[in-house]
T-cell receptor, first 112, second 113 residues
Framework: RKEVEQDPGPFNVPEGATVAFNCTYS??????FFWYRQDCRKEPKLLMS???SGNEDGRFTAQLNRASQYISLLIRDSKLSDSATYLC?????????????FGIGTKLQVIP | NAGVTQTPKFRILKIGQSMTLQCTQD?????MYWYRQDPGMGLKLIYY???????DKGEVPNGYNVSRSTTEDFPLRLELAAPSQTSVYFC????????????FGDGTRLSIL
């Protein structure tokens, strides 16, 4: 099993739709989780951290399910500008160097 | 705020040439990283550093070298460039406290012809 797995997509959704991505991780000791957004040929940018209790930032909601070892990202009312690749990031943090693992990313295409 | 700055933005090299990709950060982060990303692929860690004077290999270090003489700078050296090193290179940094996200530079697009 890969350390971090994402469905590469693409997810093609109409404007205004709600879309959700999942990301599964294999290391049960993982401590922190993030979602990044990467536009074509640009650098990854931090979208949001994922907290144990779940968290929301505008149209974006991130959740963590430790029992099933996955995190999710929900995007409501999709905009054309949401078209990008969404990377999940898992950080085991054991007190020293953080062996951070990036998922391959899920590509989202929002269609007019 | 400058954040993580990479230079150059673009470069074309001939096979066998050498060059240094520069990376500097002004956030006083202890941890710094170099990644490469090939078209349609995920990020692959080349080298990382947990502080000045300390570097270690990632998953794809062959053909590259790094140094970390200061907290701010983490240059990546390509020796004897090969076509397989054509890629986009990203530098990133983060705090050493647990669970902190990485911040990326805007990349260097390198072509080896």
């Amino acid at each position: 099993r890969k350390e971090v797995e994402q469905d590469p997509g693409p997810f093609n959704v109409p404007e205004g739709a709600t879309v959700a991505f999942n990301c599964t991780y294999s290391n049960s000791a993982s401590q922190s989780f993030f979602w990044y957004r990467q536009d074509c040929r640009k650098e990854p940018k931090l979208l949001m951290s994922v907290y144990s209790s779940g968290n929301e930032d505008g149209r974006f909601t991130a959740q963590l399910n430790r029992a099933s070892q996955y995190i999710s990202l929900l995007i409501r009312d999709s905009k054309l500008s949401d078209s990008a690749t969404y990377l999940c990031v898992v950080n085991p943090f054991s007190g020293g160097y953080q062996k951070v693992t990036f998922g391959i990313g899920t590509k989202l295409q929002v269609i007019p | 705020n400058a954040g993580v700055t990479q230079t150059p933005k673009f470069r074309i090299l001939k096979i066998g040439q050498s060059m240094t990709l520069q990376c500097t950060q002004d956030m006083n982060h202890n941890y710094m990283y170099w990644y490469r990303q090939d078209p349609g692929m995920g990020l692959k860690l080349i080298y990382y550093s947990v502080g000045a004077g300390i570097t270690d290999k990632g998953e794809v270090p062959n053909g590259y070298n790094v140094s970390r003489s200061t907290t701010e700078d983490f240059p990546l050296r390509l020796e004897l460039a090969a076509p397989s090193q054509t890629s986009v290179y990203f530098c990133a940094s983060s705090y050493s406290r647990g669970g902190q996200p990485q911040h990326f530079g805007d990349g260097t697009r390198l072509s080896i012809l």
